[in-house]
């Protein structure tokens, strides 16, 4: 059985660890939570820090539990927010859940009957018929303002310049998270919570209660905030959050996602976000130095990374897909790929829409490319013929090499033709 604290350790993932954690979790099987936000259908690759400390608990022999925030997702956590979040009402939350179940479900092992099998549950389950005198008296008077007005979520926010303050609703959602921590003491035995450093003032409100309240005995754990290189925000694109939901990230970008990481941010990545050895992915480190150029670390943590989360069919299709751009693909990789990865390859790329009856009666790729495409593609017939004879034109990466060459080309996934001018000036020609 692996040392869980130490796993963690040479992994990267420690930020903060209260004094005696190492030892319960050596003494016994231990139950662990972490909280995860479910104001979204699907979890964002901001989550997998603590997916992966789940996934990590889980090999080392203890029972891991996913705490869906239903309760504290209708109030907001000020945890590094400057301003208070939208609300959401029980359905949309319902949904939110069982979509997040079935992400973990790729990481965690829910269905086995082995007594550390993860479990899924949620806040709102108990938080529901807990009446506001009832909270008051039962854990209110365990935590006093001064102990919470202390916590650094809380100074930062009423120090802020923001006008808007922080509500009482915000205000007291350390003690429902602390609640929380309580509630699963009792009833499942849980002693650990971890998450965030972000994290580290609401998981010891709850140790306290904890203690508190019926004298129990309960840990806390954190991990540091992922950061970039750069000092960029792990996890953002341009185009904003890498989801795990292929329908908001296709496979593709979430697999050029990491492909794209610097070396630096990688040696750091593949240690968290795979389940390698340390001997392995110190060779893959040395491996890759040798030959930089080559990307071998970014290769390996993409392909683990994206298989996890997707599939191995997704993976191949992502990395026929990269070809397409940036290697030297044929048309028979870009017919292999289907049409949500063609869309999602060559979003932003200027489309244009041609009738099925306009693509028949077109005699030459010149009249195509400039007269049908009205001019999108080419602003001229001469300027078309110049570029085919040339040989910087290509369609469905065919090499055009006569301007009077019939339009005899089978469309991808049977609506589609790829037009291409130069190296990097694509078309995608749309037959409907």
């Not at 996602?257 to 110190?282: G, M, P, R, V």
Request: charged letters at 30%; a negative charge.
């Amino acid at each position: 059985m692996k040392d869980f604290v130490e796993e963690l350790s040479w992994r990267g993932m420690i930020h903060d660890i209260m004094p005696g954690t190492q030892e319960q979790l050596q003494k016994e099987l231990t139950a662990a939570y972490v909280g995860i936000d479910p104001t979204a259908d699907s979890l964002h690759i901001g989550h997998l820090v603590s997916v992966m400390m789940l996934k990590h608990l889980q090999e080392a022999g203890h029972k891991p539990m996913a705490l869906v925030g239903g309760a504290t997702g209708m109030i907001g956590d000020p945890s590094g927010k400057s301003q208070e979040r939208n609300l959401l009402d029980e359905e949309a939350l319902r949904h939110n859940q069982e979509c997040i179940k079935k992400q973990l479900a790729k990481f965690l092992d829910f269905e086995s009957d082995a007594p550390n099998a993860a479990e899924l549950v949620n806040n709102y389950d108990w938080m529901k018929e807990f009446s506001f005198l009832d909270f008051i008296r039962d854990v209110g008077k365990y935590i006093t303002v001064n102990y919470m007005m202390a916590k650094d979520s809380v100074k930062k926010r009423l120090s802020s310049e923001s006008k808007e303050g922080m509500s009482f609703t915000e205000f007291t959602y350390q003690l429902v998270q602390g609640y929380d921590f309580f509630h699963l003491n009792q009833t499942k035995n849980c002693k650990l919570q971890m998450g965030g450093s972000d994290q580290w003032g609401n998981i010891v409100t709850g140790t306290e209660l904890i203690r508190k309240k019926s004298g129990g005995e309960a840990f806390a754990l954190t991990c540091p905030l992922i950061t970039k290189a750069d000092g960029t925000k792990f996890g953002k694109t341009e185009s904003g959050n890498v989801w795990l939901d292929p329908e908001k990230t296709s496979p593709y970008k979430f697999y050029q996602f990491w492909i794209n990481q610097s070396d630096e941010d990688t040696k750091k990545y593949i240690k968290i976000f795979t389940l390698l050895s340390k001997e392995k992915i110190d060779a893959l480190i040395e491996e890759h130095d040798k030959a930089p150029h080559e990307r071998l670390l970014q290769k390996t943590l993409a392909e683990d990374i994206t298989v996890r989360v997707h599939s191995r069919e997704d993976l191949d299709m992502a990395i026929k897909a990269s070809k397409i751009l940036f290697g030297k693909s044929v048309t028979e990789e870009l017919k292999a790929i289907n049409e949500n990865t063609l869309l999602s390859v060559f979003e932003g790329v200027p489309q244009v829409e041609i009738s099925k009856e306009n693509l028949k009666s077109t005699e030459t790729v010149t009249d195509l490319l400039s007269t049908v495409t009205d001019g999108k593609v080419f602003a001229s017939k001469g300027e078309a013929k110049r570029l085919i004879k040339g040989g910087g034109v290509s369609i469905n990466k065919e090499k055009l090499n006569d301007p009077d060459q019939p339009v005899a080309f089978e469309l991808l996934q049977g609506k589609y033709l790829l037009a291409q001018k130069g190296k990097k000036n694509y078309y995608l020609i749309k037959v409907v």
